[in-house]
């Protein structure tokens, strides 16, 4: 069972907070203005006028949507859902928490100039702002970004993407931004796939968020990762537990899918564990590691770490038993 012992040592992100403010004195956000599709497509008066409009926006159709602008049945749906009574209510409750974007547009400049500086060859993508009626949520790809906001309207929304409660903690305004990095940190991750362990997963999840966090210095980790603030402190306070229960269990070197899962996947808890235990246990150890290793090694970069594959050696190298700091 989780069981609080002490508090989680400050030290490695004080330092990490100080490194970063120093790097944002000489930072010059980049200029980012988010398109506001989701205006557009509500001014649509016709089927006709819906399907040239998605003609002349392909990467929209068939990257969002996985659909083609010359689909018919495709355009009415879309057109059903703009015209809708309920969706224009709907869509006015939206706006007006987004009337303005700058706050985001802010945030992701910042952290598009701190990706650019450790990965001079990132390219700035085109960020779109979207409304689909809660059928999706984020796209992201090397040159444009899509964000349906209504998933995102937060908790006092008369409607919300149908997800279970531990999920749907996530659709809120705070967690655009992190979601948004932690899908651009894919490119950069290298992984071995050979490997095939869970000791190789947890890793890349791990290395995702040290992205995420490192390229936002200013969002709590707990949004980060995605968990409550109890939950956060509680499995911090007791790795040690979770730690010798994945090395009693030999789950590091699993290879079964479906164990693998349970320690990874999408769960309210792993009760495995205890009753206390949050889900995607695996991947905050994996950040736990990781944390380690770049403490243990202060002068690797982060496109460095990115790049590391052998998970035995970042594990190594972390010095990483468990300890509760």
């Not at 990965?119 to 993508?125: A, E, L, N, S, W």
């Not at 210095?217 to 499995?235: E, G, M, T």
Request: proline fraction near 5%.
């Amino acid at each position: 069972m989780l069981a609080k012992i002490v508090s989680f040592s400050a030290i490695y992100l004080a330092l990490i907070s100080c490194s970063l403010q120093n790097d944002d004195s000489k930072m010059v956000p980049e200029t980012v203005k988010i398109v506001r599709l989701d205006r557009q497509l509500f001014k649509m008066k016709t089927p006709a006028d819906l399907q040239k409009f998605l003609i002349a926006n392909p990467v929209y159709t068939r990257s969002f949507y996985r659909a083609f602008a010359e689909d018919t049945a495709f355009v009415n749906h879309l057109f059903y859902i703009y015209n809708h009574p309920g969706s224009k209510k709907f869509y006015e409750e939206v706006a007006a928490s987004y009337e303005d974007l700058a706050d985001i547009e802010k945030d992701l400049g910042k952290a598009f100039a701190r990706i650019k500086k450790e990965f001079p060859d990132f390219k700035i993508p085109k960020v779109v702002a979207t409304f689909t009626g809660l059928e999706n949520d984020i796209y992201v790809s090397d040159s444009v970004i899509y964000i349906a906001l209504e998933a995102f309207a937060g908790k006092s929304a008369s409607y919300r993407p149908q997800q279970p409660n531990y999920i749907l903690e996530r659709y809120q305004k705070e967690y655009i931004v992190p979601t948004v990095v932690r899908f651009i940190s894919d490119k950069y991750n290298m992984n071995d796939n050979s490997e095939n362990s869970l000791l190789s997963d947890i890793i890349y999840f791990g290395k995702a968020f040290e992205f995420t966090a490192s390229v936002l210095p200013d969002v709590d980790k707990s949004i980060i990762i995605a968990y409550p603030d109890s939950s956060l402190q509680q499995v911090q306070n007791a790795q040690n537990i979770v730690w010798a229960y994945f090395l009693d269990n030999q789950l590091l070197y699993e290879q079964n899918v479906r164990v693998k899962e349970r320690y990874i996947g999408e769960r309210p808890g792993v009760p495995e564990i205890g009753p206390a235990c949050p889900g995607r246990i695996g991947q905050w150890l994996g950040w736990r590691i990781i944390q380690a290793y770049h403490e243990e090694n202060p002068n690797i970069s982060l496109s460095e770490l990115m790049k590391m594959t052998d998970s035995q050696k970042i594990l190594k190298g972390s010095k990483y038993r468990g300890e509760v700091e």
